[in-house]
């Protein structure tokens, strides 16, 4: 029995969100106590995937993400590993019976950063659903506990959190994508004369998905939903401050929310969640 084994790689995945995001790290920790270690183990899953084609520099990134990924395919097939993260990733797909293809998308967009430096509309789209859609619905498989229903109706809204999330991420990230790994995600945008009027395209864009995100945050069982609004909460915050600031600052500082007012909006959340009033 690997029980032991099985308790250090959830911590493993757990020390892994804690390190990278203060943001989602306060979210699972305000889910409900049954969920946090899976959706720890879906984050390590997915940071560990991202840190390979974005920060190995000195490595050969191919060689690497394609261990990784036929790794990750033997330990669900196995229900094992020994690599930590992948081991607590397997277990929840196993017990979770997440559908396979959200993988499959989520590595293929990963894959893509190895490759593509600019995208058309349709590798754009295709790419925020593997690297964000994706895994907002492995998630909402967590959340909805094997109930098919649950997660059909839940399922668009999910998909609309998960693409606002990473669309604000692109924005944040626009200095160190374009002029560190060359990359641009946004379509039809030359970001060596980038004006107010398309940063206004691209927030209309992100405004339409927090929209449609929050029906689907109300609707989520008790046990999910507060974690999930304090996420959404953090997540508008931040991209309310991206807004607030001009073109030319965004390619100069990285937009951040302070430790102090994170867990003032938490506060807040909780007031509003208390009260009913998502």
């Avoid at 507060?226 to 931040?238: E, R, S």
Wanted: contains cysteine; glycine residues 4%; charged residues 25%.
């Amino acid at each position: 029995m690997k029980e032991l084994f099985d308790e250090i790689s959830i911590k493993a995945s757990k020390l892994t969100t804690k390190a990278y995001s203060t943001s989602f790290s306060l979210g699972i920790y305000c889910l409900h106590r049954s969920l946090r270690d899976p959706i720890y183990a879906i984050y390590g899953f997915v940071r560990f995937a991202d840190e390979i084609v974005d920060s190995f520099h000195d490595y050969n990134k191919r060689q690497l993400f394609d261990e990784f990924k036929a790794d990750t395919w033997k330990a669900i097939e196995r229900g094992g590993s020994l690599n930590p993260i992948l081991n607590s990733f397997q277990n929840v797909v196993n017990k979770y019976t997440i559908d396979r293809e959200l993988i499959v998308s989520f590595l293929n967009s990963m894959e893509a950063d190895l490759e593509v430096q600019e995208h058309s509309e349709e590798s754009y789209k295709h790419y925020i659903l593997g690297s964000a859609e994706s895994v907002g619905l492995m998630c909402l498989h967590v959340f909805a506990n094997n109930d098919k229903s649950l997660y059909d109706r839940l399922k668009p809204s999910a998909m609309k959190l998960g693409a606002a999330f990473q669309k604000v991420n692109f924005l944040r990230d626009l200095s160190a994508d374009y002029q560190v790994l060359g990359r641009v995600y946004f379509p039809n945008v030359d970001f060596d004369s980038f004006k107010a009027s398309d940063k206004l395209e691209i927030e209309a864009d992100i405004d339409k998905d927090f929209a449609d995100a929050r029906a689907g945050i109300i609707m989520l069982p008790p046990s999910a939903r507060f974690g999930v609004y304090l996420a959404y909460i953090y997540y508008l915050n931040l991209y309310r401050k991206i807004k607030r600031t001009p073109v030319d600052a965004i390619f100069h500082k990285r937009i951040r929310i302070s430790i102090f007012r994170k867990f003032t909006l938490m506060l807040f959340a909780y007031i509003r969640y208390v009260f009913g009033a998502l």
